[in-house]
């Protein structure tokens, strides 16, 4: 069984900056596309970033510029680096992992959420 444990998430003033990590443990042969993912308050559930296994980056292009997505292979760890943050940035963000297990099948799952909380 494999599970995602989020870290980095709160409360911040606008313009601060927070790092989100998610590990992915359990057994897993490799790590495909990670990214994250962020649902506001009665909103849909919208992409911010991804990064594919070869280090290709997608980003929404309400963070391009302030957002890092970086991922560390050995440690099945996928990082959220977020710069210069807005209200409008203020969501919980979801971990997002496509994985490969020792069956050869692929999965992916996502992680519990951590909440991002803006102040202006």
């Known amino acids: 069984q494999v599970r995602l444990e989020e870290s980095g998430g709160g409360l911040v003033q606008a313009g601060g900056s927070l790092r989100l990590s998610c590990a992915a443990f359990?057994?897993?042969?490799?790590?495909?596309?990670m990214g994250w993912y962020r649902q506001a308050l009665g909103k849909q559930r919208e992409l911010v970033a991804t990064?594919?296994?070869?280090?290709?980056?997608n980003y929404a292009d309400s963070v391009k510029g302030r957002f890092t997505i970086s991922r560390d292979n050995a440690k099945n760890t996928v990082y959220l680096q977020m710069n210069s943050l807005k209200p409008e940035d203020t969501a919980v963000y979801y971990c997002?992992?496509?994985?490969?297990?020792?069956?050869?099948?692929?999965?992916?799952?996502w992680g519990q959420g951590t909440q991002v909380t803006v102040s202006s």
């Open positions: 997002y992992v496509e994985y490969r297990r020792y069956d050869a099948r692929e999965y992916d799952d």
């Open positions: 359990g057994m897993i042969f490799s790590t495909n596309v």
């Open positions: 990064i594919t296994s070869g280090d290709n980056t």
